[in-house]
């Protein structure tokens, strides 16, 4: 929280800043923090700075006799039945037994809730932010993360591990679609945004949902070949610090100025210094310099990365200013962690100040959201999640993130045309319009949640006389005698490196399925899914009309609202598109297909 000059003026600004946060004063959070840090033990400081996926809990009752402070959902990291009141159940069978340990100090419980509540089964999944750049539409994106943890917060959960601030230039990166733009500038207009909508929704049992500003830096901007595998992501972001401080701090900075109360280590290095190690960047900077007083939480058993066995890595990550440490359990023994830690505050490497500057930046943010005054939550909210009025603003999203970047007079399509072929591997794929990050880590396929394809919207837009023919290759259409065909063609989901490419052409399969429709005479608009740009230069000729379509996540029918001119297209390119995708954002000019902000 800003220090206030303590003018009248500026007390009334800090008195309705703080009615955010359940009107309890700094002053009143650091007496009862100090309080509460006299009476902990070595042991109950360590549990507080421990964070465990739930998975991997030995036995539940590790969460009062350790006193931990925090558990996470990675990826896929379900109740048994994946289904709201299951995951509420959960969260308060966990809280419930954390409040039985000596101090009763709450969990703080974290998810990936990145474009909605996207593990839940029946959630609202938002285009992800890549087609978020491209509406380019602050308060849209506010409203978004708003909805987002009101549907976090109906399951009991506290804090969610978005938004990611990264400004992705390579875009053989696995990640690119989970940054809004290339441009560093307007990642911080979307992202101090998304990190207001996360941090005052008005949630049903009044606890706030926490925000986490990500991954602290550089994780878009790694040499090619630096990376995991020989490629990108997990690599070594080479800039000066000059560089560093202008290019890419403004966005962090901004999201510190909208008090964002977590912000999390990346796991690539700086100039060949692990983030996650580097005292420099978590510590100088970003809590001296740029005066962030949230905590900072590492990334999944990010801190094993760093160059040491695993004591070393727990003291170079801790003295750096690493607060809490995304254990995980399923690598390290979250009990080997504990004791680790232990034993190098006893034995004097990591000094006990460290630790109590740690737990006291845990324990403030715990407070300033309500999770002392009611950790426990009640089931009357449920029914927020994937409710219509989220679905609404998701397929305004989608709407506005459809960039359409050739159009032949083909759109809009007519409602009453004769018939109308919808094709494509992408056309009737919820699992494959959604992407990574959804249901599960690496997301699915086909009917993975609730939502509406591609094909499902067309279906439902056009009159009732007009003959809908859907053919995933284009193939079997001999006694069909349409004119215009609407191919939906793209990636698979994939999260991470396991995005990681060297090359970026569209699939054969989905060549040959344009192909076939073409030769059969058809006019065909092609919808790309994609985390990315891709290489459509040397066949974007051939095509009648073409639109990015990004991953629109589970309401298709925003696609439709754009085919058939019901909605103007309004998208923009929020990353540059060079006619070799593998080029990236920092392409020349002369090499671009179209330009940043470009969109008919
Ligand atoms: C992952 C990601 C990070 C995510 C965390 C928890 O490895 O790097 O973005 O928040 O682990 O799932």
């Known amino acids: 929280m800003k220090k206030y000059i303590v003018f009248l003026g500026f007390l009334i600004i800090n008195f309705s800043c703080n009615n955010d946060r359940n009107m309890i004063s700094e002053s009143e959070i650091d007496k009862k923090v100090d309080k509460l840090i006299q009476s902990m033990t070595l042991d109950e400081k360590v549990g507080q700075m421990t ?55 709450p969990l703080i419980y974290g998810i990936d809730a990145v474009h909605g509540h996207n593990n839940v089964y029946g959630a609202t999944i938002f285009p992800q932010n890549i087609g978020l750049g491209a509406t380019n539409n602050p308060e849209l994106i506010f409203k978004i993360s708003e909805a987002t943890s009101i549907e976090v917060a109906a399951t009991g959960i506290d804090w969610t591990f978005s938004p990611c601030l990264s400004s992705p230039e390579d875009y053989r990166w696995g990640r690119t679609y989970e940054g809004f733009s290339s441009d560093p500038s307007l990642v911080e207009i979307l992202g101090e945004a998304s990190v207001k909508g996360y ?8 606890k706030k949902v926490v925000a986490c500003a990500k991954h602290f830096i550089g994780d878009g901007n790694t040499e090619f070949g630096t990376g995991m595998n020989g490629l990108v992501d997990r690599g070594n972001t080479i800039l000066n610090v000059d560089e560093l401080k202008e290019k890419l701090l403004p966005k962090y900075q901004a999201a510190i100025d909208a008090d964002v109360q977590t912000i999390m280590a990346s796991y690539n290095s700086w100039n060949g210094v692990k983030c996650h190690g580097s005292k420099e960047l978590l510590t100088d900077i ?52 504990m004791r680790l830690l232990k034993e190098s505050v006893e034995e004097g490497s990591i000094p006990l100040a460290r630790i109590d500057d740690a737990v006291k930046r845990i324990l403030k943010v715990k407070i300033r959201n309500g999770l002392f005054d009611n950790p426990l939550v009640e089931n009357d909210a ?45 056309a009737d794929n919820l699992g494959m319009q959604c992407g990574g990050w959804t249901i599960n880590w690496q997301g699915g396929q086909g009917d993975i ?55 970026l052409d569209l699939l054969n399969d989905d060549i040959n399925t344009i192909n076939n429709l073409k030769n059969k005479g058809y006019k065909v ?44 297209s309004t998208g923009k390119l929020s990353y540059p598109w060079p006619i070799k995708a593998e080029h990236g954002a920092n392409a020349d000019d002369k090499d671009l297909l179209f330009n940043f902000g470009y969109g008919l």
């Not at 439902?460 to 001999?478: C, F, H, P, R």
């Open 51 to 105: 964070q465990i996926d739930q998975r991997f809990l030995d036995t539940i009752t590790d969460l009062s006799t350790y006193s931990i402070g925090s558990l996470l959902s990675g990826g896929g990291s379900h109740p048994k039945v994946n289904e709201p009141q299951a995951w509420l159940d959960m969260y308060n069978g966990y809280q419930s037994e954390t409040l039985k340990s000596r101090l009763q100090i």
């Open 199 to 206: 941090q005052s929704a008005q949630t049903n049992s009044g």
């Open 286 to 337: 970003l809590k001296i310099e740029m005066g962030f007083d949230g905590f900072v939480i590492s990334d999944w058993q990010g801190i094993d990365e760093i160059p040491g066995d695993y004591k070393s890595d727990i003291i170079t990550s801790i003295n750096a200013g690493i607060d809490m440490v995304m254990v995980s359990g399923q690598g390290q023994p979250y009990k080997k962690f």
């Open 525 to 568: 608009m092609v919808l790309l899914i994609s985390g990315r740009p891709m290489n459509i230069a040397e066949h974007i000729d051939d095509w009648d009309g073409f639109a990015a379509i990004w991953l629109p996540g589970s309401e298709g029918d925003g696609v439709s609202d754009i085919l058939f001119g019901d909605f103007q």
């Open 382 to 426: 449920l029914k927020v999640i994937g409710s219509d009025t989220h679905r609404d603003i998701a397929r305004q999203a989608v709407r506005e993130s459809v960039v359409v970047l050739k159009n032949d007079d083909i759109i809009p399509i007519s409602k009453d045309s004769k018939s109308i072929v919808v094709a494509g591997r992408g």
């Open 449 to 503: 949640t609730i939502g509406t394809t591609i094909l499902d919207g067309i279906k439902k837009s056009v009159s009732a006389e007009t003959n809908v023919i859907y053919s995933e290759d284009g193939q079997d259409l001999n006694d069909v005698d349409g004119e215009l065909a609407v191919v939906v063609i793209g990636e698979d989901p994939y999260t991470e490196f396991f995005g990681d490419k060297d090359n």
